[in-house]
């Protein structure tokens, strides 16, 4: 396991080893998978939406503290904009406090409504926005730190689609909280261009469904693994719900109702339902639902464990540290002299 090459805000704020958060992947984000980012140096978010059963969601939350053996994890509370659809997340943090989770992720719609209870439990929140705006105002609610994601990243990138680049240095200058940086990462020298940036690390969800502790069947992976950065949709952009998806048969049905013109929400129904998704997952038909998948994809060229992706990311930060060291103008001064 790569020792602490880094200190930041984020390795600080949240004693991980390395400054990478692995965010809440939908239907996939389980004990499993999280305990693995745990114990590779990262930290993850099981995502409290993909068990909607409370006693589930508990046993899941005991079985992730067993596999960390007792080290702290996080959970992802995905506020969504549906009538009705948040009224579960009482419970869930209910059970989530009862756990001793204190490390929270929220996204979505900012977590105004939740800030108080998680901290007058003592929780540290980091909320994940798609938009520089978003993240000023939410800093000002009073959330510890910020994921400020661009416009390459899997599932909603927001309406302005802002790249990486350009939002991700944005961030680091105008932000005050620390901040992760998302959207296309997928490799160290990324890392090291965001800590570059003057960020304190960066957050990674479609560089991670290829790990192997990620239960999804090994096709969907395996189609992962086959994808390039140009093998991605946006689509939903005419509902102002934009949404970037692996290029599929649903995300082509799904565009060819936009190009139509079609506005009517009852007729995307059939094709963007949550629950496809996870069906896909489970039997490996990867043309099923609009599954998230980032432009990150491009460097998920294998399955593989956490731990290698996360060992093999710091590495490759520290290789592209070094190639920006030796262009120095003065790196070879005292030599010469």
Request: charged share 20%; net charge negative.
């Amino acid at each position: 396991m790569t020792p602490a090459l880094y200190k930041t805000r984020l390795t600080e704020l949240f004693g991980i080893r390395h400054p990478v958060l692995c965010g809440g992947l939908m239907w996939l984000s389980d004990a499993a998978y999280v305990a693995a980012a745990v114990n590779a140096g990262a930290l993850g978010f099981m995502t409290a939406r993909s068990f909607p059963d409370p006693r589930d969601f508990r046993d899941e939350l005991r079985r992730c503290r067993e596999l960390t053996d007792g080290r702290p994890f996080g959970v992802n509370l995905y506020l969504s904009q549906q009538p009705g659809a948040n009224d579960m997340l009482a419970g869930h943090i209910d059970i989530l406090l009862e756990q001793g989770v204190r490390f929270i992720e929220t996204a979505g719609l900012p977590p105004k409504d939740l800030l108080p209870r998680l901290k007058d439990a003592g929780c540290t929140v980091v909320h994940k926005v798609s938009a520089l705006r978003h993240a000023l105002s939410a800093q000002k609610l009073g959330v510890d730190a910020l994921s400020v994601v661009g416009m390459e990243c899997g599932g909603h990138p927001g309406v302005y689609l802002i790249g990486t680049m350009v939002q991700g240095l944005l961030a680091a200058q105008q932000l005050t909280l620390p901040v992760a940086i998302g959207g296309g990462i997928g490799h160290g020298a990324q890392l090291a261009a965001a800590l570059a940036f003057g960020a304190d690390g960066v957050v990674m969800g479609t560089r991670m469904t290829v790990a192997k502790e990620i239960w999804a069947h090994p096709a969907y992976k395996e189609r992962v693994v086959a994808a390039g950065e140009t093998e991605t949709q946006l689509v939903l952009q005419s509902l102002r719900n934009t949404y970037r998806a692996l290029d599929n048969e649903t995300a082509r049905s799904v565009a060819a109702l936009e190009a139509e013109g079609v506005t009517d929400h009852e007729r995307y129904s059939p094709h963007v339902a949550g629950t496809l998704q996870k069906e896909a997952y489970t039997s490996g038909d990867w043309n099923k639902g609009l599954l998230s998948l980032g432009q990150a994809a491009a460097f998920a060229t294998a399955l593989e464990p956490v731990e290698a992706i996360v060992d093999r990311m710091m590495a490759e930060a520290q290789a592209a540290q070094a190639s920006l060291n030796a262009k120095s103008a003065t790196s070879g001064a005292t030599a010469a002299e």
